[in-house]
Each structure stands twice: as structure tokens, then as C-alpha cells.
């Protein structure tokens, strides 16, 4: 079985200041992990994803995120927000059997 | 045209309509998903296809009926629907090689009044 946990529902930073929205996972076979980013009344996006290989993973807009298998977390961090990265974060966790399986969201609002 | 559409963007309905809902993908995938959005609550994967077949059905009530005529597109058929069922329809789809992402469409916005 695999699901996903965000912490913090709503997360909250000013201008310039670092992002981090966290994300654990519960997987029973290697997982493929990802975020997507969804703005008001639109689909989602993605932003990254691990699939293999390094942990440390890059994506748009200045994001990227950490695989850690010790720690079943894939956080997302940006070190410096703009107004525009304000939207609801999603992680996601699938297996091979692409099913894919979401947290419930963290909205981040960023402060001017 | 590119990426997963989806139509209509919106649409209210009463509850004893029937209406359909489209999603068509110009991506090659050959996996594709129903799923639902509402307010305060994590996406709900309603319905996966995998080759044109249901490979997965979450305990969706009836009055939701998906049809995959094609590796391209995907619908789901609405009937007798309640004001519950209000809420954002979001369709994706993948290459089922486990590794890649899903890619979405702008999804339905769906009132049912």
C-alpha cells in the first residue's frame, strides 16, 4: 500500500524568504515520487520528480526536493519565494503499477 | 493541440440531468484517470484505464460511468447526480512504465444544483 502525508496545510512565508513544504511517504516497493503545483480553477503541474538515480532533484522555477529513504520524506524547498510561487503544492508517490496517490495539499501563501 | 484537454471547463447540472464529461490526451499515453477534487479534501482517484481497459474502480457510487473508447480519449457520464458531488473533475493520463508522471488537464469545474 502506499499514501502520502503532507505537514501543514497551509504554510506561510514572506518574500524572499525559503520555502520548505514537507512530504513523507509510505511505499512497500521502491517508489517514484513527485511534486506538482496547482494554481486556482487549473489542473496540476509538475514541478519534479525522483525516479532513480541522485536525490537531489531540480525542477521549474527554482524548486527542488530530496529524496530521503532513511527518512521516507521527498521534502520541497526553494530558497527564496516569490508572490508568483503562491498555489497549492501537491506530492505524489506511484509504483509501477502507475497508480498515483496525492497528499492532501499545502497552500502557500507568500507575504510581500 | 497538445497536453490533455478537457471539456467543458464548466457546468452546472441539476440533479436529474445527464451529462458527459470529455477528456482527450495528444501525448501517446496509453493510461488515463478520472479524478475528483473538492474543497478541504485530498484528490479521489475515481477510475484508471490501462490499454482501454478499467483496471480500477475506488468504490464510485453508479451514477458516475466512464467510457474509454480509445487509448485517446475519456469520458465520464453523469446521471441523477447530488449537490455532493459538486466539484473540480480532473483528468490525466501516463505512459504506464511506472516511472513517468501523470499529466493533467485544466479540469470541470461540476455544480450540481
Known amino acids: 500500500a502506499q499514501s502520502v502525508t503532507q505537514l501543514g496545510s497551509h504554510v506561510s512565508v514572506s518574500e524572499g524568504a525559503l520555502v520548505l513544504l514537507r512530504c513523507n511517504y509510505s511505499s512497500s516497493v521502491p517508489p517514484y515520487l513527485f511534486w506538482y503545483v496547482q494554481y486556482p480553477n487549473q489542473g496540476l503541474q509538475l514541478l519534479l520528480k525522483?525516479?532513480?538515480?541522485?536525490?537531489l532533484v531540480k525542477g521549474i522555477n527554482g524548486f527542488e526536493a530530496e529524496f530521503k529513504k532513511s527518512e521516507t520524506s521527498f521534502h520541497l524547498t526553494k530558497p527564496s519565494a516569490h508572490m508568483s510561487d503562491a498555489a497549492e503544492y501537491f506530492c505524489a508517490v506511484s509504483s509501477n503499477f502507475n497508480k498515483f496517490y496525492f497528499g492532501s495539499g499545502t497552500k502557500l501563501n507568500v507575504k510581500p | 493541440e497538445t497536453g490533455v484537454t478537457q471539456t467543458p471547463r464548466h457546468l452546472v447540472m441539476g440533479m436529474t440531468n445527464k451529462k458527459s464529461l470529455k477528456c482527450e490526451q495528444h501525448l501517446g499515453h496509453n493510461a488515463m484517470y478520472w479524478y475528483k477534487q473538492s474543497a478541504k479534501k485530498p484528490l479521489e482517484l475515481m477510475f484508471v484505464y490501462s490499454l482501454e481497459e478499467r483496471v480500477e474502480n475506488n468504490s464510485v457510487p453508479s451514477r458516475f460511468s466512464p467510457e474509454c473508447p480509445n487509448s485517446s480519449h475519456l469520458f465520464l457520464h453523469l446521471h441523477t447526480l447530488q449537490p455532493e458531488d459538486s466539484a473540480l473533475y480532473l483528468c490525466?493520463?501516463?505512459?504506464?512504465?511506472?516511472?513517468?508522471?501523470?499529466?493533467f488537464g485544466q479540469g470541470t469545474r461540476l455544480t450540481v444544483v
Open positions: 490525466a493520463s501516463s505512459q504506464e512504465s511506472g516511472n513517468t508522471e501523470a499529466f
Open positions: 525522483y525516479t532513480t538515480g541522485a536525490t
